[in-house]
């Protein structure tokens, strides 16, 4: 039996999810949903095509104990919605201060789930940060809704490597003050 790695990340519940560090048996589902090039295009970091091993190796670093991301699922199975349904992280800066990333795969899109967990991870603040950046492809105005529906504020425009798309993309800055 393969032991599953316990992680320093806390578990954090909102009405239709859980959000939970990543667990060895994910690598089917993050598979199948990071692998779709429709999500992989909307992140700066995920390969398309996915090469074999990819999904394994990330999760082998998200439960690193000296990782600098916590990546938590966003777990619908307990609301009748898939084990996996999206990612959600927060990759430690300087200063109290981290950047959240997310995706939901296609086939939960539009249903609300993204606002939902970046409501929830702000709300907890697992890594008593003082403020959040986030940033998204300029081409990908419904993770800006996100974010500034989540009280984000924009800051302004810059620029980001995408690997899926082998290119360089204009992105939308935001951040978020937690503590005033």
Not at 85 to 98: N, T, W
Not at 129 to 140: P, Y
Not at 158 to 174: D, I, L, M, P, Q
Request: hydrophobic letters at 40%; glycine letters at 8%.
């Amino acid at each position: 039996m393969i032991q599953e790695p316990i992680t320093n990340q806390p578990t954090i519940e909102t009405p239709r999810l859980v959000l939970r560090p990543l667990r060895i048996s994910d690598r089917g589902l993050l598979d199948l949903y990071a692998g779709d090039e429709r999500v992989a295009r909307m992140t700066s970091s995920i390969p398309h095509p996915l090469p074999p091993g990819a999904s394994e190796a990330f999760i082998k670093g998200a439960l690193d104990p000296n990782r600098i991301e916590d990546v938590w699922v966003l777990d619908g199975l307990e609301t009748g919605l898939a084990e996996l349904v999206g990612l959600i992280g927060l990759e430690r800066m300087d200063r109290a201060q981290s950047e959240i990333g997310y995706w939901i795969a296609p086939a939960f899109w539009q249903m609300g789930l993204a606002r939902e967990a970046v409501a929830a991870l702000l709300a907890a603040n697992p890594q008593g940060n003082d403020t959040i950046f986030g940033s998204v492809f300029q081409d990908n105005p419904a993770s800006a809704r996100v974010l500034t529906h989540c009280g984000f504020t924009y800051v302004g425009d810059a620029e980001s490597h995408s690997v899926a798309r082998g290119a360089t993309v204009n992105t939308w800055t935001y951040h978020k003050c937690l503590k005033e």
